[in-house]
T-cell receptor, first 113, second 110 residues
């Protein structure tokens, strides 16, 4: 089996700060995703990538950048942290071909002071 | 409006009771998935279910694509089943994203 590793697990930043979350997967999956989950709500897609150096915007991409330099890694940057950015960010991967079964990391919890 | 409606929003059971969780979709879908989210955040895939019925242990997922609905049945619930259950649908348009419901928070009491 494989694993998805997200770092850091907890991230504390200041309002207006640029913050980066990292995700690594060893499934050798083509497609990777970043989702955001607000308290008591479902997940919303921020960015996804179907192959190395590919980037596709999800419904929630405004205020974020993403980067897929290698097949195994996908990073997400909050360009200017806002008070309402307190959320859990979840990275996922799938083998490709439509969406397929998704595998998730443990999540990164962002708190903005 | 919301494309994925999950019900109930929360459910409390005594250990040993059965649970039936529902998802209804407002648009055409290719497939759907059920996830379990542990307290603390990590999601685990339970079923990837384009259509029909799938069973894994005490869990059974039934999806009827034409009727745009899916259910998750948990039999003989255990305290370790507590957590949040999320369904998600893959749109027919092949948009490479899942649309998630808000989840059912399940609490199983000893």
């Amino acid at each position: 089996g494989g694993i998805i590793t997200q770092t850091p697990k907890f991230l504390i930043g200041q309002e207006g700060q640029k913050l980066t979350l990292k995700c690594q997967q060893n499934f050798n999956h083509d497609t990777m995703y970043w989702y955001r989950q607000d308290s008591g709500k479902g997940l919303r897609l921020i960015y996804y990538s179907i192959t190395e150096n590919d980037l596709q915007k999800g419904d929630l991409s405004e205020g974020y950048d993403a980067s897929r330099e290698k097949k195994s890694s996908f990073s997400l940057t909050v360009t200017s942290a806002q008070k309402n950015e307190m959320a859990v960010f979840l990275c996922a991967s799938s083998i490709g071909k439509n969406t397929g079964q998704l595998y998730f990391g443990e999540g990164s919890k962002l708190t903005v002071l | 409006g919301q494309q994925v409606q999950q019900s109930p929003a929360s459910l409390v059971l005594q250990e040993g009771e059965n649970a039936e969780l529902q998802c209804n979709f407002s648009t055409s879908l290719n497939s759907m998935q059920w996830f379990y989210q542990r307290p603390g955040g990590s999601l685990v895939s339970l079923f990837y279910n384009p259509s029909g019925t799938k069973q894994s242990g005490r869990l059974t997922s039934t999806t009827v694509i034409k009727e745009r609905r899916s259910s998750l049945h948990i039999s003989s619930s255990q305290t370790t089943d507590s957590g949040t259950y999320l369904c998600a649908m893959e749109l027919s348009s092949g948009s490479w994203q899942l649309i998630f419901g808000s989840g059912t928070q399940l609490t199983v009491m000893p």
